[in-house]
């Protein structure tokens, strides 16, 4: 027996459809640009050898104080702007909000499920050592 698809329900309407859609288009791009950001983080923390907390404290750190700006700081303020403007949510907000959580979940991977294993420390610090 063939199983209908989600959009062939006939339970669901056009605009549901419509926004079922939207929403596995949002889905597919936040996973796509959270692996692209992640190869590149990965590839320039093992090839190219670079730690943030290593070789930024002296430049970055000191621009900010000491405070080590993660790019999920970035993400969540990114989301942030997306929500504020959810009443006129334009394509360019969509892809902010992709972007936003594409950070944010890329520097969760990173710390969590990459450094941490390979390294033994997940190096997600709030501020730089001095």
């Known amino acids: 027996m063939d199983k209908l698809a989600i959009t062939d329900d006939p339970f669901v309407s056009s605009t549901e459809k419509g926004s079922q859609e939207a929403g596995n288009k949002v889905l597919l791009r936040v996973l796509v640009l959270t692996c692209l950001l992640e190869i590149v983080t990965a590839l320039l923390r093992f090839?190219?050898?670079?730690?943030?907390?290593?070789?930024?404290?002296?430049?970055?750190?000191?621009l900010t104080q000491g405070i080590r700006i993660h790019h999920s700081y970035i993400g969540l303020g990114m989301i942030a702007v997306a929500a504020l403007r959810r009443r006129r949510f334009s394509s360019v907000m969509r892809w902010i909000l992709i972007i936003g959580?594409?950070?944010?979940?890329?520097?969760?991977?990173?710390?969590?499920?990459?450094?941490?294993?390979?390294?033994?420390?997940?190096?997600f610090d709030l501020f730089y050592p001095y």
């Open 47 to 62: 090839a190219v050898g670079i730690q943030s907390t290593r070789d930024f404290a002296s430049t970055i750190g000191v």
């Open 101 to 123: 959580l594409a950070f944010v979940f890329s520097d969760l991977i990173h710390h969590f499920l990459v450094l941490w294993p390979i390294t033994g420390h997940p190096e």
